[in-house]
């Protein structure tokens, strides 16, 4: 049973990334901004967190390996949308004394 579970999620985490991703793009397409580019990008962490599982599951990464590469990932989404937040009130000529 637990051989089956995790295909399942794997493929369900899967297909909702690739909905997600590509909703970000057709709003960064319409956009245009950095922002909105940071967005995307942090929603792709998402799809490459279910590559890192796919790799694990078939053995192509080690246990080590996948903590390490989901951890980085974790980081990497957390530093794009700060990114994409900084910027956005850059671009709207926000600044930290106006809050």
Do not use: N
């Not at 909105?36 to 279910?50: E, G, K, P, Q």
């Not at 390996?65 to 937040?85: F, N, P, W």
Request: glycine content about 8%.
């Amino acid at each position: 049973m637990a051989s089956v579970v995790l295909p399942v999620v794997l493929g369900v985490a899967a297909i909702a990334a690739a909905l997600v991703i590509g909703v970000a793009l057709a709003a960064l397409v319409q956009r245009r901004s950095v922002p909105y580019l940071l967005v995307t990008l942090a929603f792709a962490t998402l799809l490459a967190r279910t590559a890192v599982g796919v790799a694990l599951m078939t053995e192509t990464v080690g246990p080590a390996l996948h903590h390490t590469l989901e951890h980085g990932l974790d980081a990497a989404m957390a530093g794009l949308v700060i990114a994409a937040v900084y910027t956005a009130r850059r671009a709207r000529g926000v600044t930290d004394d106006d809050a």
